[in-house]
């Protein structure tokens, strides 16, 4: 692959990861869906490192954003912190005993299959947040019993098409919190899944079961530098126009979006095009 080639598919690889991640229609899904069309080795050492970069490129709009309120969680009574922790431990778990597994279901023969269900999965889950949102009269500040139902769909979020952000919006919404809570601590949960996702994958990249390791070229590694910015750039952008979609509990159109990615990763499955 030469300089260029590496630059323009790791720009759009960026691109698509900083704004999926933080909107609700599932990064690892249009990766997933994106890397096999431009006929990357999914499975591969050095795509599961260049995965790792990108999504810590993600991180820093967050972190920058967010800075006030990550500040204030080292603060006492340390409540929100205790709640992150808490509401991290189900997708650490699940991630541990499962990712491979998880990874090689979606890498495989039906694994665009897999990614129409899920998808199909998240509109729904859209919908149903947008109803309730809509409909309610009343709410209360987050509390223990959200920030568990949040934690618990986070964990369901780790089978990509399964939005993180957006399935830890709906429980928030539909267990009765306040929006303007849900919505930070949505984005404040996105901090500890992506460094230990990224820890988890870059073990593995680094010490492969079945050896290599990572192995990337020069052109590759300039690529991966680019990619790495773009995802950062419209990360940012992406969580901008998150905190207000959530304002209004607008979820519809991104709901029609998955229906129709759905629909084409159906008709990409029965055509056996990737």
């Known amino acids: 692959m030469g300089y260029w080639e590496a630059i323009w598919k790791s720009i759009l690889l960026g691109t698509v990861q900083g704004l999926t991640e933080f909107?609700?229609?599932?990064s690892s899904g249009h990766l997933s869906l994106l890397q096999r069309a431009l006929g990357y080795d999914i499975q591969g050492a050095g795509m599961m490192f260049v995965?790792?970069?990108l999504h810590l490129g993600t991180l820093l709009p967050v972190v920058w954003i967010f800075r006030k309120e990550i500040l204030?969680?080292?603060?006492?009574?340390f409540k929100t912190l205790l709640m992150l922790i808490v509401a991290t431990i189900p997708a650490g778990v699940v991630g541990l005993l499962f990712n491979d597994k998880i990874d090689a279901l979606f890498s495989g023969d039906r694994g665009i299959a897999m990614l129409a269900i899920c998808f199909s999965v998240t509109a729904l889950l859209l919908l149903l947040?947008?109803?309730v949102a809509r409909r309610r009269k009343t709410s209360r500040p987050l509390g223990w019993g959200h920030a568990s139902a949040m934690g618990l769909m986070q964990a369901v979020a780790l089978f990509p098409g399964i939005s993180r952000s957006g399935s830890t919006i709906?429980?928030?919404t539909v267990s009765g919190a306040k929006t303007e809570d849900v919505a930070r601590f949505s984005f404040l949960m996105s901090i500890p899944v992506i460094l230990g996702s990224a820890a988890v994958?870059?073990?593995?990249a680094i010490f492969?079961?079945?050896?290599g390791g990572i192995s990337l070229a020069g052109a590759e590694i300039v690529g991966m530098l680019f990619g790495v910015v773009a995802a950062a750039v419209f990360g940012f952008l992406a969580v901008k126009l998150m905190l207000k979609v959530i304002k209004r509990a607008d979820y519809k159109w991104f709901a029609l979006y998955l229906v129709l990615l759905s629909a084409g990763c159906i008709w990409l499955d029965v055509l056996k095009i990737f």
Do not use: Q, R, T
């Not at 204030?72 to 009574?77: C, D, E, H, N, S």
């Not at 492969?208 to 050896?211: D, I, L, R, S």
């Open 23 to 26: 909107l609700p229609v599932s």
């Open 51 to 53: 995965n790792v970069m």
């Open 72 to 77: 204030a969680l080292f603060k006492k009574p």
């Open 129 to 131: 947040c947008e109803y």
């Open 170 to 172: 709906v429980a928030g």
């Open 201 to 204: 994958e870059l073990k593995g």
């Open 208 to 211: 492969p079961e079945a050896g």
